[in-house]
């Protein structure tokens, strides 16, 4: 079974940069592709980033495009989620997800996520 914890999380200044952290605890990393979601209150959850562990592919949400970064580091079973120029609008709580998948996924979609960790809050003040 896989487990994910978040870190990283905090309360910012607009304009900020914050690095969150996934710890990924799973036999086979390579069999998944990791993604991160966001939510804040009142909204539905939003995809953020993924990566697939093989291959190192990305895909980002039109909102964080060219502010954040998704990478993977191997030797530390950890997944990172860059974020820099922090928006008031970034505000959410982050959620580190995986989909096993044997690495031929790359999706948007939550639903295709079979396990969550319990998140890590982001606030940006203004």
């Known amino acids: 079974q896989v487990q994910l914890v978040e870190s990283g999380g905090g309360l910012v200044q607009a304009g900020a940069s914050l690095r969150l952290s996934c710890v990924v605890s799973?036999?086979?990393?390579?069999?998944?592709?990791m993604g991160w979601f966001r939510q804040a209150p009142g909204k539905e959850r939003e995809f953020v980033a993924a990566?697939?562990?093989?291959?190192?592919?990305?895909y980002y949400g039109d909102s964080v495009k060219g502010r954040f970064t998704i990478s993977r580091d191997s030797a530390k079973s950890t997944v990172l989620l860059q974020m820099n120029s922090l928006k008031p609008e970034d505000t959410a709580k982050y959620y580190c997800?995986?989909?096993?998948?044997?690495?031929?996924?790359?999706?948007?979609?939550?639903?295709?996520?079979?396990?969550w960790g319990p998140g890590t809050q982001v606030t940006v003040s203004s």
């Open positions: 990566i697939t562990w093989n291959a190192g592919t990305m």
């Open positions: 799973a036999r086979t990393l390579n069999l998944y592709t």
């Open positions: 997800a995986a989909d096993r998948n044997l690495g031929s996924r790359l999706s948007a979609q939550p639903q295709n996520y079979q396990t």
